[in-house]
């Protein structure tokens, strides 16, 4: 299973703190005056980036595979929305077709791949299967 670890660098700031560029996604970086706050504003201001690109059907590159210190993930939410998206796109399943395979509303089928969304484990399962895909879980 992959992972969505984003890299991100981190440089000293010009008189104090450090400035986080994320690797992959030139419009998302951050500040923090130490190592912990970088990281944890570096995953909020990924998700949030992340959030905007799917809410306007924006490409999402795939994280770099480089061999970096500083790697975040997106929030729970936001990785939910972009499986499901991925698995569309790579399936060429419609929307519509994804509802009926699952036995649900449009509407229902829609908010799976909405970031606002929180979709419950039984309604990610249930896409996952109409997809031909598996729902793992882990924690990181």
């Given at each position: 299973m992959k992972q969505t670890?984003?890299?991100?660098?981190?440089?000293?700031g010009d008189e104090h703190g450090y400035i986080v560029q994320f690797i992959d996604l030139e419009?998302?970086?951050?500040y923090g005056e130490t190592?912990?706050?970088?990281?944890?504003?570096?995953?909020?201001?990924?998700?949030?980036?992340?959030?905007?690109?799917?809410?306007?059907?924006?490409?999402?590159?795939?994280?770099?595979?480089?061999?970096?210190?500083?790697k975040v993930m997106p929030s729970a939410n936001i990785q939910a929305a972009l499986s499901i998206r991925n698995a569309k796109d790579a399936t060429r399943m419609s929307t519509a077709d994804?509802?009926?395979?699952?036995?649900?509303?449009?509407?229902?089928?829609d908010k799976l791949t909405n970031p606002k969304h929180y979709p419950s484990l039984r309604q990610l399962e249930k896409a996952a299967n109409a997809?031909?895909?598996r729902l793992v879980i882990s924690l990181v």
């Open positions: 670890y984003y890299p991100f660098t981190l440089e000293k419009e998302a970086y951050t190592i912990d706050e970088c990281v944890h504003n570096a995953s909020e201001v990924l998700s949030a980036v992340l959030e905007m690109r799917l809410e306007n059907n924006e490409p999402i590159p795939e994280p770099s595979d480089i061999d970096t210190k500083y994804l509802a009926r395979v699952m036995g649900v509303t449009w509407p229902v089928a997809l031909g895909r």
